[in-house]
């Protein structure tokens, strides 16, 4: 005997919720109309469909203002935004009256248009559009693409995250030990573990910052400039530690950027190396409190004055 079921009530809030645990990526998805009217929005509903045919798909609600636009355009764009983009993706996610108005954008196929320093992207012509309740699902055949590599931005459970590589992926020092487990007088002698856990730390740490389109040596010098501006470069190797080979042609990389400024000798943070040390800051304290979770409050303030006196036992 078959017993009926009452369908279970879904609360709306509640299901986006659940669904903010599927991770996903953002792009802007962007098309030109008949009427020559340029629309561009912010989506995570973007995914492959088929590489043969090359397809891909995304979705927008159907009484978006600019749902009209890409029901009846030829062609449409999805530029995958990098993980420095959070700021355009805010940008097209608003309404207002032109949304290119400031932006850096180019002419793509169909008029549709396409973004610089991108993750990717995919210009693509209508190929379908199907039914989906309150949606509706574009279906896009690839004509062209660009992949840049740029690490991604993605969403999670209503925040903005970045991709970092999972550590258990990570070439980790417990890989190095040897058969017998048995490091010697080294595995036990403080400087030896000292050492091997900056390393440790830092496997971790350097896929992270690396998302930000930087090396570790850049990070570093917009972390120092941050809280010590005007340092020279010999002043800065005495704090990072590094050749001044490696220091100056990190330098002149972020000078190249943008990034930092010489004057009278010394280095200087821009309005945009600023930005991009916070951001900096924002990545070190997440991987701080990541790494430290497992020890108590107590532990980690034992463990910081330690550090603190080996460096100066006056402290």
């Known amino acids: 005997m078959t017993v009926a079921t009452k369908p ?23 098309a030109k109309g008949t009427d020559g009217t340029r629309v561009g929005v912010t989506a995570s509903s973007f995914n492959s469909l088929s590489l043969d045919p090359p397809l891909i798909l995304w979705s927008s609600k159907k009484d978006a203002r600019s ?74 055949k690839v004509v062209d693409f660009d992949d840049f590599g740029r690490s991604p931005l993605c969403f ?7 991709v970092y590589s999972h550590p258990d992926t990570f070439p980790g020092v417990e890989k190095e030990k040897p058969q017998n487990d048995d490091w010697g007088r080294t595995g ?40 010590l501006s005007g340092m020279a470069a010999d002043e800065l190797v005495q704090l990072l530690h590094t050749p001044m080979a490696e220091a100056r042609a990190a330098l002149g990389t972020l000078e190249n950027r943008g990034f930092v400024v010489s004057q009278d000798g010394g280095y200087s943070l821009t309005d945009e190396g600023q930005h991009k040390a916070s951001r900096c800051w924002a990545v070190a304290e997440a991987h701080a409190q990541e790494t430290f979770a497992p020890f108590s409050d107590a532990e980690v303030e034992g463990f910081t004055t330690m550090l603190r006196k080996l460096i100066d036992p006056d402290t």
């Open 188 to 227: 036990n002698h403080a400087f030896f573990l000292m050492l091997r856990a900056v390393r440790a730390y830092q496997e971790r740490y350097q896929p992270k910052i690396e998302t930000l389109d930087l090396s570790l040596i850049e990070a570093r010098i917009l972390l120092m400039l941050n809280d």
């Open 67 to 140: 749902c009209a636009i890409f029901e009846t355009a030829s062609h449409f764009a999805v530029n995958i935004l990098a993980a420095d983009q959070l700021e355009m993706s805010n940008h097209f996610a608003r309404q207002q009256e032109d949304k290119f108005a400031g932006v850096d954008w180019q002419e793509g196929i169909g008029g549709a248009p396409i973004f610089p320093n991108c993750a990717g992207r995919f210009q693509c012509e209508t190929y379908d559009k199907l039914e989906g309740g309150d949606h509706w699902i574009f279906v896009g």
């Open 8 to 30: 279970t009530e879904i609360d709306p809030r509640a299901l986006r919720r659940a669904l903010g645990n599927f991770a996903t990526g953002v792009t802007i998805i962007t």
């Open 156 to 162: 999670h459970q209503g925040s903005y995250a970045m």
